[in-house]
Every structure is written in C-alpha cells, then in structure tokens.
C-alpha cells in the first residue's frame, strides 16, 4: 500500500470563457519513506499538485489517498501531513519556540511537554540557541530551520515542501540540500518536495516526477529518468547542458527525432553529422563545445586534454554506440 | 560664503515667521488658559494683563463643583472606552470575515457596507433620536453608545491590514489546525496591532469630541452628560461668571492635549490613513 | 462548491454584530427619513399627511431653507478656501529642517486636539463683548468688538463663526498636509534646483501637482464640516442674531434648539435629506472638476 496515491486527479481554473488545467489527470503513487521530487518548470502544475495533497486545493476530478484513507473531503489538518512553504511562513511576532510549539499547541498539547517536544525538534535542526528569538532576528537558512522544525514537531506521516531552498542564496543551497537529505534518513516519514531545479531533485530525490503543463511527463529514479527519458521534454529539461534535440530527418529517418547528450557527441572526422565550431568554453575539469549544424545548436563536452578545434574550423560528430534516444516529433514520445 | 549669510537671513526671516505664526495659532488656546488660571470666578477686573503672574486655582476648582465636571469626565471616559472598545471588536470580526473568509456576494455586501461611509451623522440623527426614544434611551448609557459600536471605516481600515498578511501564514496556520477564532486572536491581530492602536485612538478622540449624537440623546439629564455637552452649562450663567467656562474648558481639553503629544504618531496615521496617496 | 459555503455559518457570525449596527442606526434611519420628508406637518408634529416628493420641492424653496441655505454656503466660501491656505501655508513653512521645527509642527497641530465644543467655547469667551480679550485688545481698530460684540452683531457673527472653524480645523488640515509633503521624493526638488527653478516655481512645478489629491481630499472634508456646521452655532450664537438669524446653517435649522421647524418630523427630515444630496453633489462636483487637475497635473 502507498503512503501517497493520486488517482486520475485533475485540477481546472475557469477563467471567464478559458478553462486553464492547471493538473490534467495526474495519477501518481508515492512509497513509505521515499523523497519524491515533483519536477518541472514554472506554471506545470507541481505546486497545485502539493496542495491538493495537502488539502489547500480541492481536486476538480480524482481521488487523494494518503494510507488507506481517502482524504479528498478531509481538512488539512486531519491528514497527517505538514507543509514547509517557499516563505516559511513563520509567525513574525511568536518567538522561534513558540513557532515550532504552535501545532501543540493547537492540538491542546500542555504546556511542558510542548516546551519539551519544541526543544528536541529543534535539536534535530540545530536551532536550539534561538529558541527565544524572533523570526526577524534570523537569517534565511535559520529561518527555514525553524520552518522544517515546525513541521516535525507533530511527526507528520507525510511531509510536503514547496520550494524550500528558492529563497536561498547558492552556497547556502548546496549545504542545505545535503541537510535535508540528512534529515530524511533520520526520521520516518515520506517527503513529497517540489522544485523546478534539476540539479536538487537529481541529487536529493529516490525517484523524481516531471511534469510539464499539467500532465505527469515520467516518474523513475534519477538514473532512470536521465538514462531513459520518455518524452523529448523531459530529455530536455534533464540533464546540464541540455541534450541535443536533433530536429527530424537530420538523423536517419524523417519521421524520428534524435537526441544526444553532450558528453555522448564525440569528435570523429568523417562521422555523419557536419558542424562549424561556434565556440570553446574552457570549464577548466571539461570543455564545452557549441557547434552550428545547418542551424541547429549542438553541445558537446569533451576532457580538457583532447585535441580541440577552433571556432570556424569544420568538424564532424559522432554518438556513442547506444547512446542515440528516439523520439516521435509529432508527440515527443520516446520511441524505442 | 554669500549664500551662507543669506541662508542666515533666510534662516532667520523663517524662524521670525514661524514664532509669530504660532504665537497666532496658539494664543486662544494661551488666553484661555491664563484666563482661567488668573481670576477668581467671578472677578470682571480688566483689561487683564497677558502675563502668566498671580495664579490662583480658585476659577478652575469652582469650575469643577459648579459644572459637575467630575461627573462629565468619568461618563466620557467611560462612554469612549467603551465605544472604542466595541469599535475595534466589530472591525476585528467584520475585517476577518473580509479577509479570511469565502462565502457567496463578498464583494457586493462589501461595497454595500463601503456606500454606508457616505452617509452622513445629519440624516441619521433625526430618526436614531426617536429610536432611541422608543427603546427608552434617552439619557442613558446605552443610548450614548450602542448607536457608535460598529464603525464602516475601522472595517475597511482593519480588512486592508489583514489582506497584506501573507496568505502562506494562514495557510500554515491551517496546515497546523488553527481555528478561525485563533488565528484572528493569535495572529491577525498581533501582527495588525498599529493599524488597530490608530483605530482604537481614532475612534476614543472621535467619540470623546463628539457633540451632534449626545446633544439630541442626553436632554438635561445631568448625570449622564458628556464632558462636550455638559460644557455649555457654564456658559449660561450669568455673564459675570464666565471665567467659569474658561476653568471648565482647561479641565475638560486638557485630556486629550495630553493623549495627542503621547500618542502623536498613531494620530497621524490614522488621520492619513485615507489621505495620503504615495 | 463545497469549499465556497463552508466558511458561509462562521461569515454570518462575524458579520452580524456589524450589520445589525449599521442596518439598524445607519441604513434604517437613512430610509425613513427619506420617506418621512414626504410629510407635512403641524407644528407640534403630530398631525402629518403625505404630500409625496412634491414635498422635498416645497422645503427646498421655502424661505427657511433657502435662508439656511445661503448661509451654509456663505459659510462653506468663508472657511473652506482660507483653511485651506492656511494649512498648506503652514505646512509648507515647517516642512523645513530647522532646529526645533518640531515644536512649531506641534503647535500647528495642536488645534486638532479642540472638539467643536471646547473650540466653539474657547472663541465664546475670546469674543465676549466688552470683558473678552479680544474686545480689551483690538476694539481700537474695531470697535463692533466691544459693541455689540462679534456675535451679536448680525454683519459679524457668521464671521466670527468662521473664525473658530478655521482656527480648529488648521491642525488638522496641516497635520495632512504636512505627511503629503514628506512623501514628494526629495530629488525631484534637487533635480528642479539643478534645473534653475526657485521656491516659487519649485512649488508649482513639483509640490502641487505632487500633492494635488491630498489637497482634493482636505477640501472635501472641509467642504463637508462647513456644510455640517452645528455644534460652533449652537454654542456661539444659537442660529442667531435674531431677527436676522445670520448664523442658522442647514444643520442648526434641522437640530437647533431655536429652530422654528424643531418640532416638524417631517421638514427637519427633508431638510436632513436635502443636505445630504447637496453635501454628495459637491463632493462629487469637486471630485469630478479638480480630479481632473489632478491627474493630468500642471
């Protein structure tokens, strides 16, 4: 049984005479203890998709299951879960203490075990030298500290995260990401976290959902998902830089579109596809190459110490046995 | 170093301008006071001389007994507490409805209470005297108060801070089971405590100044005058006796001179709380 | 949908002790008396028949009203204009960084602490005829101070009237003002400086238009105290001096205790109305003609 299963769910904005899915008829199941990542850019529907687990959107068409139960008519606060907002959404004028012990306490919790329960959440996050400040005293990875520490001072069986590290600054990210890892090993529950960054939810996650436009593009594992892309999209969106898309016919047959990686596009004089060298890009462990194919932009990463043209020069690329994805240019479907 | 001494000039020139403009502005206010201040109660010596020498207490003491301002005071006090008190209550309520809440016609009942505000106390005073005739609330407490409890402007004021609360808050709040009645208790209204202190002192100055209601409610009933009507006694008796008024109107003004140069910057929000576009 | 009507129970709650408010004490009495402007009454106000909207047209143009009338606007034209000059004058003057502004800012503000009643009383003392200051200090210039007094002499008294009014709406004509200066963005001074503009033209140029709907605003309170001028009449004059009744405005006509028409249901509730109409049509004419100064600014 699923600790998470999402049942042929769909949500629909009206908007005067448009209906705008912002979830069209996502079904999804979410294991025990996994980190699943939903994935996707801005406007694909990941955070309505959070919300309705959460409760804080009412699916237009579908089921929500959390355990066993079916929780579409259930208020949010009797589902077991707890949310970790992009702004943390801290009470600016209750001390840190007080902001971790507020769930206790509105579930009647007295008041000495609160305190207590409070001080080990915060333990766990390291914030227990400012439990009597304010939110506004701290800085922003505190401050999502206390957020997190909010949420697992009621041991929530699900724990949802929209954004969390967003508002960070990019060294403050990396650290927390290994932190939040850490703190999903540590305690029981399964974590549901959205983002639209590729690199987090390829690091962090057990496996990862895309979606792009409403619809569920693939779930797999972060291997699985960057290995064995199932449509172009996600081909596209995973991966740094992104795969080369080859547009129909320029590849073998018309009716295919060929996708290669960057670090799978080899130099080979006399290989098939012809190219002039647009740039070099010396990252000092690769070098990246950008090249110009009739129009088309192809990327390919090469070791610092191969033989490198030069912009202008004519060069010839050739894929990596095996490396070749397939894809239907009309559906983007992957093809085998 | 020309524009220096002109700048001296000009600095000088203003502050002259200055000093004798409030010498203007206040000099009722002087006059007054050292009136009441300098005269027995029924001394008509003049022309009085305008320096603040051989003060005597005795106009504003006879003040205080003849005119029952001990009375005045204590009903005004307690009439604008507790007006301020309903004021900010029903705002509180009203706003989180607003704000918080969904339910069918929101908009339109809001713009219905909005159209309220143009209604001025003229048209209504006519008619709230008889009602309150008829529930038998002529010279009486509730008669004072009841009509004052809910205020359209402290709705809109107070729904205006709740919108700018960051919705994440209540939904985290809600995540966490947190009841309307908490939420607006614990948090909407700590954190719109400025908004509602300006409210609140607004709404005490309002109902403390007030003359139009309580003149048409209260008729001739000495014990539940307010200060402001209950004023106007001094001023009928007989002429010799004005010094009277004056003692009268330093007791009863010298309240509110001292909430205004405490509460100085609530004041001004309030008062710009509409006017100020920027 | 389920979600829109389940906050409907806790709305009724929360909205009710408002509503029955302002149902019962504001909405109620404004339709009655509109309908009670219908009626024609005797004199002690107990004997009234239905004379239909005719009847707003008979009160309108009866010769109390439009006596009321046209010292209401008197009044309006006295205060409204000088207060507003005044308060921008005084703001504009302390919106200076000198040493000490503070306290004069204090002082210009100060009246906004005076209710109608202590202002009104204040004046009353000040004006007395022959023992009140301004009689012991100024009836050289003008003796009306000392004989009748100010208030009792029918040229003066709405004069005098005026008088306090100004005096007790500059602070809080001033207090707007002021803020409304404080938000104009400093450099777009600098940058008029820079440009050659003196303080004449500085204020112009930038300062007015900057503060224009701050000034739309404080007219239209104005307008609407001059308008509803009540409590300074009853204390100062009682709507008089009789017989010319030179300071019974619209309100004391409707509520004063020396009105003729104080036990007429029916005339003092479409005199009320009437006020109210004219009150919203010049706030609406100043609203409509100076907004568009506003907007589209010098």
Redesign the interface.
């Known amino acids: 049984m699923a600790q998470v299963r999402l049942d042929h769910i769909s949500k629909t904005f009206a908007s005067g005479d448009e209906a705008v899915h912002a979830v069209d008829d996502v079904t999804l199941e979410i294991e025990h203890h996994e980190f699943m990542i939903l994935l996707g850019p801005s406007g694909c529907g990941k955070s309505t998709l959070l919300r309705m687990v959460a409760g804080l959107e009412d699916p237009t068409a579908g089921d929500v299951f959390i355990g066993d139960r079916r929780v579409n008519d259930v208020a949010p606060k009797e589902r077991d879960i707890a949310m970790v907002f992009q702004s943390y959404a801290l009470y600016p004028h209750k001390t840190v203490a007080a902001n971790i012990e507020f769930p206790l306490k509105v579930r009647g919790v007295g008041r000495a075990e609160r305190a207590a329960e409070a001080v080990r959440a915060a333990e766990v996050l390291g914030l227990e030298h400012h439990l009597k400040r304010k939110p506004g005293q701290l800085s922003g990875g505190q401050r999502q500290r206390v957020a997190l520490a909010r949420a697992i001072v009621r041991n929530p069986a699900v724990f949802l995260m929209d954004e969390p590290l967003s508002n960070l600054d990019a060294k403050l990210r990396g650290d927390t990401r290994a932190e939040l890892v850490d703190l999903h090993r540590r305690i029981d529950s399964t974590f549901i976290y959205v983002t639209h960054d590729q690199v987090e939810a390829m690091t962090m996650g057990s496996r990862v959902a895309v979606l792009n436009e409403g619809r569920l593009q693939q779930v797999g594992t972060p291997q699985e998902v960057y290995d064995r892309p199932a449509t172009a999209f996600v081909a596209q969106f995973i991966g740094t830089p992104p795969m080369n898309l080859l547009p129909a016919g320029m590849w073998g047959s018309e009716t295919v579109q060929v996708g290669i990686r960057p670090e799978h596009l080899r130099l080979v004089p006399g290989g098939p596809l012809h190219a002039v060298v647009r740039q070099v890009e010396h990252l000092g462990h690769e070098v990246l190459l950008f090249a110009d194919a009739n129009g088309t932009r192809l990327v390919s990463r090469l070791d610092p110490g191969s033989f490198l043209p030069e912009v202008g020069d004519p060069v010839a690329f050739d894929a990596e046995p095996g490396r070749l994805h397939r894809f239907d240019p009309e559906s983007g479907e992957r093809i085998e | 170093m020309a524009a220096d001494t002109v700048r001296g000039a000009r ?1 000088f020139g ?2 002259t ?2 000093v004798v ?2 010498v203007i ?2 000099f ?2 002087y ?2 006071v050292l ?1 009441a201040l300098k005269t027995g109660p029924d001394s ?1 010596d ?3 001389s ?1 320096l603040p020498v051989d003060l005597t207490l005795s106009t504003i003491k006879a003040a205080w007994t003849q005119g029952n301002l001990g009375r005045l005071l204590l009903n005004s006090v307690f009439v604008s507490v507790m007006v301020t008190l309903g004021v900010v ?3 509180l ?2 706003a ?2 607003f704000a918080f ?4 016609l ?1 908009g339109p ?1 809001f713009v219905l ?1 909005l159209a ?1 505000m ?11 005297e ?2 309150a005739d008829s529930l038998g609330w002529v010279n009486s407490y509730q008669g004072l108060i ?5 205020s ?1 402007f402290g ?1 809109f004021l107070v729904r205006q801070v709740f919108l700018q609360l ?1 919705t ?2 209540r ?2 709040a ?5 009841g ?1 009645v ?1 939420f607006l208790w614990e ?1 909407a209204a ?2 719109s405590r400025p908004t509602l202190g300006a409210l609140g002192l607004f709404t005490f100055l309002g109902t ?5 209601w309580p ?2 409610v209260i008729r001739g009933d000495r014990a539940h005058e307010t ?3 209950g ?2 006694r001094l ?1 009928n008796n007989d ?1 010799s006796k ?1 010094n009277l ?2 003692g ?2 330093v007791v ?2 010298l309240p ?2 001292i ?3 405490l509460f ?1 910057r609530q ?2 929000r309030g ?2 709380a ?5 | 949908m389920k979600r829109r009507l389940r906050d409907v129970p806790w709305a009724v709650v929360m909205l009710l002790p408002s509503v029955v408010l302002i149902a019962v004490w504001t909405v109620y009495p404004l339709v009655k008396a509109v309908q009670n402007g219908h009626l024609r009454c005797d004199v002690t106000g107990t004997k009234c028949i239905d004379a239909g909207w005719g009847r707003y047209w008979d009160v309108f143009t009866s010769t109390e009203f439009q006596h009321a009338l046209g010292v209401s606007l008197k009044l309006m034209a006295l205060t409204v204009p000088a207060g507003l000059v005044l308060g921008v004058g005084l703001a504009v003057l302390a919106d200076k960084h000198l040493r000490g502004i503070g306290v004069f800012r204090t002082i210009f503000s100060s009246t906004v602490a005076t209710s109608v009643a202590v202002a009104s009383l204040v004046w009353f003392v000040l004006l007395q005829p022959q023992i009140g200051v301004f009689a012991d200090l100024f009836s050289g210039w003008f003796p009306v101070l000392k004989n009748p007094g100010l208030l009792n002499d029918p040229g003066t008294a709405l004069l005098a009237v005026a008088f306090s009014s100004i005096w007790a709406n500059l602070g809080f004509t001033f207090i707007i003002v002021t803020a409304a200066l404080q938000s104009v963005p400093r450099d777009l001074y600098e940058s008029a400086f820079v440009d050659g503009a003196g303080n004449v033209r500085r204020f112009t140029n930038v300062t007015l238009p900057m503060i224009a709907p701050t000034l739309l605003f404080v007219t239209v309170v104005l307008t609407t105290r001059a308008l509803q001028t009540y409590g300074e009449i009853a204390l100062l004059t009682g709507g008089g001096p009789n017989p010319e009744k030179s300071t019974t405005t619209i309100p004391y006509l409707i509520y004063g205790r020396n009105s003729i028409i104080s036990g007429d249901l029916g005339t003092k509730s479409a005199a009320a109305v009437l006020l109210f109409v004219l009150s919203l049509a010049l706030a609406l004419v100043q609203f409509r003609g100076l907004d568009k100064r506003v907007h589209y600014g010098r």
């Open positions: 600095k203003r502050y301008l200055l403009l409030a502005v206040l009722p206010i006059a007054v009136q008509l003049h022309p009085r305008l209550l029903t705002s309520l009203a989180y409805a809440l969904q339910f069918p929101k009942i209470f309220t143009l209604v001025p106390a003229e048209v209504t005073v006519v008619i709230n008889r009602t009841v009509p004052s409890l809910a359209t709705i960051p994440e808050l939904e985290a809600s995540l966490d089971g947190v309307h908490r948090v700590p954190l403390w100044n007030a003359y139009l003149s048409q200060v402001q009507i004023l106007e001023k002429i004005i008024v004056t009268g109107l009863a003004a509110i001179f909430m205004l140069v100085q004041l001004v008062l710009t509409g006017a100020v576009k920027g």
